[in-house]
């Protein structure tokens, strides 16, 4: 008997599901439809003959169903199309459905509570540590037994778990056996929590960890959980749409892929996920915004530039909450003049509009001073960088194209700077040596190293402006 192994990433799942659905409530009302789901991003109830609502009723209903033997929820439902029958009556309905629950009968999202949600990513496996195979093959009754990694514990706090479980697949013919293997995590918490809170505080920033660390954005493939009813567990599947969809195909060339290598131990697990999801609760706008920009190649265009530059801003402001233009002695005096020198309706109108808040130039020259010298060295082979950067950035914000300071590749070159500048910042609050970071950066696959990418805009610069 031949003998494949390997690791695999779960893929989206996609699938049918024929049955009589009805109207939460109303059971008696069924009529015949085929649920849609797919690649998991895509959900739609097609029911061609019949309708489950009147023309004016309320759409802020749940539909439920079975599928051999187990209960279905469809919830966050949106009627898209249908067409008039004969006497008026409805059919041809179709339905936008957001969630999907199967296992238990739901009439509201927000309503569900679960203990533990169990979650496959498209690159928890890229990520993951390697792992073998290690089965026992008995040769005359084409028999095996396999070994796969037993469940670790990545992490843990006073409001949730993170533990990784690995799960394996096998095809078994008269010639061969083919096993795969791959990853989950699974978040267990303190207290019930409902998914859309789960998602965002916990399950985002773990995929926006596993994201940043192999440089291709990670997205959620299967969820599973253990439902709260009435103070019992019950487990259930969930199909969500609207999560984002992988990009594209994945790189093959792991050798310098993950920029932040996956812990090999239990105590530097904790470190890592702990400084992390502090890093994401402290920084959590400026974090989320650095994360809405692809990471894709293209990532860098003008309509990511601002983005970046948001990132920047939003770091700033936490980082240095308590930076002023001027002392803040110097500024009451300041004030008070103003109230002196105009009337009471006038200096209340100015005063409103005076800030001492530092403006972006220094926000991000600020954040530019702790930075790893191969930036800051890379920000000065640019001349004027961070002045160009704030008045190309207001003039896309503000649609005043003529004040662009950087033109066709150059906002390429610019976005480069830019994203190793915020991710040698995120590095090293998360502790890495300030030696380390820019190996770190630097290697990734698809990247140009930083002080190439100022060269080569200083020189587009330079040509430009030259020809005048």
Known sequence: MNFYAGVESPKLPSLEISTKWWVDGKPSQKVLGTLVIESGTFTELNIPDGSLLGENESEQI???????GKEISLLNLQRISYSGGVDGEITNEKWSVGVVIVGHFASSWRELFFENISVKTHLLSDWAPPVALRPSLNPVVKDYKIEIPADSLLFHDSKFSLKMQWFHREQVTADELILSIYPSVIFSFEDVINFPDA???????????V???????????????NLCVDGLSKRVELYISGLPAPAGKKKTNTRYRNVIK??????????????????FELHNNSIREYFSISQTGSMYDYQNFPRIIGALEALGSNKFPNHTRISNEDFG?????????LSKDSSMKLLELVKNRPDL????????NLAPEEVREASRIVPDFVRRCVKTRNSLVHVNHEDIEFLGEEVSLAVMILEVFYASLILSDLGFESSNIMKMLNQRVGRMPVIYAANYLHASIELREGSR
């Open 211 to 225: 994201s940043f660390s192999t440089c291709q954005v990670d997205v959620i493939t299967n969820v599973s959980a």
């Open 62 to 68: 749940a539909i439920q169903g079975y599928q051999n």
């Open 262 to 279: 996956f812990p090999s131990g239990s105590d530097e697990c904790q470190t890592l996920f702990q400084n992390w999801y502090q890093l």
């Open 361 to 368: 130039h220094s926000r991000i020259q600020s954040l530019l």
């Open 333 to 341: 005096l300041a004030k008070e003049a103003i109230r002196k020198s």
């Open 199 to 209: 998602y965002i505080n916990y399950i985002q920033p773990f995929l926006n960890l």
